[in-house]
């Protein structure tokens, strides 16, 4: 991989950060992760890309954070988003193992915050279903441990748009 900060015709600078993803899709293995390598240093290995645009350059580039931070000018806002998605990630690893309850009908729930969440069993079709405090959800899982992730979705999503 060329290492662009040696090429002339590239900018150092005025890069705008558009997002930043994890590579490591949800209940992906780590050894099943198509990670990337840098496209400014070449650094390989990268599981949580930065994406730049510039005004002067066609197309995105997919950096790793030391990059990002450079090329942006920005020391705070690539960590900080990339911080944000670790965190998520280890939250979801974790999020099977919390202390799930059952209650006397026998559906899993959880107390979280100020809410409580569920899943139950949906007798026809056959699946799981799940609910945020009083409101049902429609998806059927076929396990309760998808139901259980779905769930992690959905709070993850409120979070991000403050609903939560």
């Known amino acids: 991989m060329p290492n662009y900060w040696k090429q ?12 930043v993803v994890d590579v490591r899709e949800d209940g992906q293995a780590e050894w099943e992760t198509h990670y990337e390598s840098c496209m400014m240093c070449g650094n390989e ?8 645009k510039h005004p002067e350059v066609s197309g ?7 990059c990002a931070e450079k090329m942006t ?7 900080r988003r990339e911080r944000d998605l670790r965190n998520r990630a280890e939250r979801r690893k974790n999020w099977l193992s919390r202390n ?3 209650s006397k009908k026998g559906n899993w729930y959880l107390k979280i915050d100020t809410h ?3 899943v139950f069993e949906n007798k026809t079709p056959f699946g799981y ?6 409101v049902f959800g429609t998806i059927i899982y076929k396990s309760i441990a998808e139901a259980k ?16």
């Open 8 to 19: 002339t015709g590239i900018p150092h600078k005025g890069w705008n950060l558009i997002d």
């Open 45 to 52: 290995k990268i599981r949580y890309v930065h994406i730049l």
């Open 60 to 66: 995105e580039y997919r950096v790793g954070c030391v």
């Open 73 to 79: 000018g920005d020391y705070i806002n690539p960590e």
């Open 100 to 102: 799930w309850k059952v």
């Open 116 to 118: 409580n969440i569920g």
């Open 129 to 134: 279903k799940c609910r945020i405090d009083s």
């Open 149 to 164: 992730m779905g769930l992690f979705k959905k709070i993850e999503d409120m979070k991000e748009h403050g609903e939560w």
